[in-house]
């Protein structure tokens, strides 16, 4: 059993193929205990983000405590409403015309990035079929507090959203709820705030509405994480304007729930050790090179912290896939395993196979039946990508 951030781990990763992800469900679960609770305390709906997280084969048990899916494609709305089969929300900058009937099929609330789509859009949304769809307005309180302009909505301009500027309180008619999307791994204070600059902007639209959306962002299930403000800043908005409050995270569903397990392939040395893993920055987990940020490792620590050093890189030709530089107590060897915490979201879903390098299988832990793969991939998987 090894601790990792007040974690044991109990999972015995020496069995799994390498590459794998391997998500515990007792992590999730307890995560999804933690969303809930705030359901309850405030009244609030929570969704899943699937473009954070998107493996479908827990889709049943986040569907036993979150209230649906929220989606930006047509393809996302269809998993939802196949492997989840609850509230299927959607958002996406811009609708595709041939796919927009099919979309509708899936959704119950549609929002919409500017006032010329709703323009285009209404009529088809209103006389579908059999439901009546709801529909919200993206707006962009040009409030936040992100520092990687890849991920802030607000920067300057942004094309996420309708400012204040841009707002057409004429066109609101047959508009249901408001959404706002800001924040990225933030706490409630930021939440607060941003609240407070939406409400300072568009707070006389907000009256009229029967929900608000605060978008994804929140870092509920991250140790720190104040709940209290969190219940407080809902509470308020759903007493004050009548409105229902939706949150829609997909990193806090899923953090610090799984990792991926890794073998040494090679040792080389060019002025420093060099670890060659049979896993990819830039296939598996992009957002080491993209966010950029350093993943933990099980029983590894910081450059020189151990004896031993090595800079971890993939196996693909970019001279760019590196992991990171590591230490460790003793000297790495090919066939050692490797075990990247935190590896569940924002990994799976932004995998590829450049470079002809397969996917990761995906594995589950629960504690009914240990560890299980769930899917492996193969080479058709590579080649029905491409023609
Ligand atoms: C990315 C995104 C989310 C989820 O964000 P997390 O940071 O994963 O919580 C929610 N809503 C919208 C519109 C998004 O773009």
Known sequence: MVTVMDINIDIDFGKLPTPCYIVDERLLIKN?????????????????????????????????????????????ARL?????????????????EEEFDELLKYTDHIVFNSFAQWDRFKARVRSYPGKRIECGI??????????????DPCSRYSRLGVTLKNFRPEQLEGIDGLHFHTMCEQNSDTLERTAGAVEEKFGEFIKNMKWLNFGGGHHITRQDYDIETLVRTISRFQEKYGVQVY?????????????????????????????????????HMPDVLEM???????AAGKPG?????????????????????????????????????????????????FNGVNLPAI????????????????YSDFETRLS
Do not use: W
């Open 32 to 76: 999804l205990e933690i969303l809930d609770s705030v359901q309850k305390r405030t009244g609030c709906k929570i969704l899943l983000a699937q473009k954070g997280f998107s493996m479908h084969a827990v889709y049943p048990l986040i569907g036993k405590y979150l209230k649906g899916v929220t989606s930006s494609s047509l393809f996302e």
């Open 80 to 96: 939802g409403y196949e492997k989840m089969g609850k509230e299927v929300h959607v958002y996406a900058p811009a609708y595709i």
């Open 138 to 151: 993206r707006i962009n309180p040009e409030y936040s507090e992100q520092e990687h302009a890849i991920y």
């Open 247 to 283: 949150l829609e995270p997909g990193e806090a569903v899923a953090l610090n729930t799984g990792y991926l397990v890794a073998e040494v392939l090679d040792i080389v040395e060019n002025e420093m050790n060099i670890a060659i893993l049979d896993t990819s920055a830039a296939c």
């Open 292 to 298: 950029p940020y350093r993943p933990n490792i099980i």
């Open 305 to 353: 912290e151990n004896r031993y050093t090595y800079r971890l890189g993939g196996p693909t030709c970019l001279a760019g896939d590196i992991i990171g530089d590591y230490s460790f107590k003793e000297p790495l060897n090919p066939g050692d395993r490797l075990v990247f915490c935190d590896m569940a979201h924002y990994t799976m879903v932004k995998n590829n196979t």
């Open 363 to 378: 594995a589950l832990y629960s504690q009914k039946d240990g560890p299980e793969i769930v899917r492996k991939f193969q």
